[in-house]
């Protein structure tokens, strides 16, 4: 958890770094990401080997922390292709500015047309990134939520559980007043032909 706060104040810095030192802020974090991964894997291993009754929870949070990281790393890589469109944006207009144009219509006709391509271009990368961005949005909520269904589907298992080993307990009293209801009727209809039996024998 320490680690990915680390990596969180790093990303702060990623918009107010110069040209020269952005790279070396990339690289370190990129360090620290890589550093978290490498310790997550030995936490998963870790987990498994805790006892059944706490194995579960220790897999949500590195599962947590996993998603965190992963999150992390797209927005580094989100940066760093921003930062590579600028960069080739601005040497292109630097190139364009560079040219010499002529009166000749043939001369100025070709930077423009390239120009125009390159804008369409930058904006459907633009919009390729935003698309990119939302999904990976979209996926990290889904999961959350996944993770809250599973939780209550953990407890409405638990309550039917709970239910099921009521219901049997009122079963078993029922079968065994339906077995002693069996034994008093046969025992009243035995008695009862006794009765009729004596009736008839002293009778005649």
């Not at 927005?75 to 921003?82: D, E, K, S, T």
């Not at 590579?84 to 190139?95: A, D, I, V």
């Not at 996944?146 to 298992?157: E, M, S």
């Amino acid at each position: 958890g320490r680690q990915v706060h680390e990596v969180q104040s790093y990303m702060g810095r990623l918009e107010t770094s110069d040209k020269e030192s952005v790279h070396l802020v990339e690289n370190e974090i990129q360090a620290r990401i890589d550093n978290i991964f490498s310790n997550l894997e030995r936490l998963e291993i870790l987990s498994s080997k805790e006892p059944p009754n706490k194995r579960q929870n220790a897999k949500l949070r590195v599962d947590q922390l996993k998603y965190d990281v992963q999150h992390l790393q797209t927005a580094l890589r989100n940066f760093q292709h921003r930062r590579y469109l600028r960069e080739q944006q601005e040497r292109q207009r630097e190139e364009l500015l560079a040219r010499t144009f002529t009166t000749n219509d043939s001369d100025t006709t070709i930077p423009i047309d390239e120009t125009l391509q390159f804008n369409e271009s930058l904006q459907s990368a633009h919009r390729g990134m935003d698309e990119l961005i939302g999904s990976g949005t979209n996926i990290l909520q889904g999961l959350r939520d996944q993770r809250v269904t599973l939780k209550g589907t953990h407890k409405k298992i638990l309550d039917v559980a709970n239910m099921l080993g009521l219901s049997n307990t009122v079963m078993r009293l029922i079968e065994k007043r339906a077995f002693q209801d069996k034994f008093l009727m046969l025992g009243g209809m035995a008695l009862t032909c006794l009765i009729m039996f004596l009736v008839v024998q002293y009778l005649t």
